[in-house]
Each structure stands twice: as structure tokens, then as C-alpha cells.
């Protein structure tokens, strides 16, 4: 059983940075950060094929950038000029063998 441990969360100030990181137990296939925030759906912040593609939510376009490194089966998101609301609950996610797994979530709040 895959098993995705993320760290890296926190409180920060309005236009701050914030790297979030995520190490999976084995090797995944593609990987990716969702977030939920309260009374809100969860969605998908960006995401990393296994050979490097990427993709991003609209919202975070410019702002974020996520990247992984597959001799550590991990994966990170940096997060520039932050916003409050991007304060949410970010959820490590990846894919292996059809099946979807995820982390345990870390909290990021944004102060404004």
C-alpha cells in the first residue's frame, strides 16, 4: 500500500511564499495538490505527469509552481504571492495502478 506524507504547511502573510512537499512510500504515477477550503468543494491546484507535464487551476496561474522528483517518488509545490484565499486544507494526491490515493492534508492560512 502506497502510504503520501505531506509537510510544509502553515500560517503566512499576504504575499508570502509557502512550499508545501509530499513523499510517497513507493513509486506513483502522476501527482498532484488539490485543496478544500471550509464550506467549499475540494479542487484540483496543479498537477505533475511522471514525465513532467504539468497543468494548473486558473487561479494559481503565475503564482504557484509545482515539480516532483522521481528518485525521492516526491512532489512540491511552491507557493508565491500568496492570497487569503488561497487558505485552504491542501490534500496531496497520486495515482497508481488506477487507484487514487491521498494524504492526510496540511493546512495553509493566509493572513490579510
Known amino acids: 500500500q502506497v502510504q503520501l506524507v505531506e509537510s510544509g504547511g502553515g500560517l503566512v502573510q499576504a504575499g508570502g511564499s509557502l512550499r508545501l512537499s509530499c513523499a510517497a512510500s513507493?513509486?506513483?504515477?502522476?501527482m498532484g495538490w488539490y485543496r478544500q477550503a471550509p464550506g467549499k468543494q475540494r479542487e484540483l491546484v496543479a498537477g505533475?505527469?511522471?514525465?513532467?507535464?504539468?497543468n494548473y487551476a486558473e487561479s494559481v496561474k503565475g503564482r504557484f509552481t509545482i515539480s516532483r522528483d522521481n528518485t525521492k517518488n516526491a512532489v512540491y509545490l511552491l507557493m508565491n504571492s500568496l492570497k487569503a484565499e488561497d487558505t485552504a486544507v491542501y490534500y496531496c494526491?497520486?495515482?497508481?495502478?488506477?487507484?487514487?490515493?491521498w494524504g492526510q492534508g496540511t493546512q495553509v492560512t493566509v493572513s490579510s
Open positions: 505533475i505527469s511522471s514525465d513532467g507535464r504539468t
Open positions: 513507493r513509486s506513483v504515477n502522476d
Open positions: 494526491n497520486a495515482n497508481k495502478y488506477g487507484l487514487s490515493l
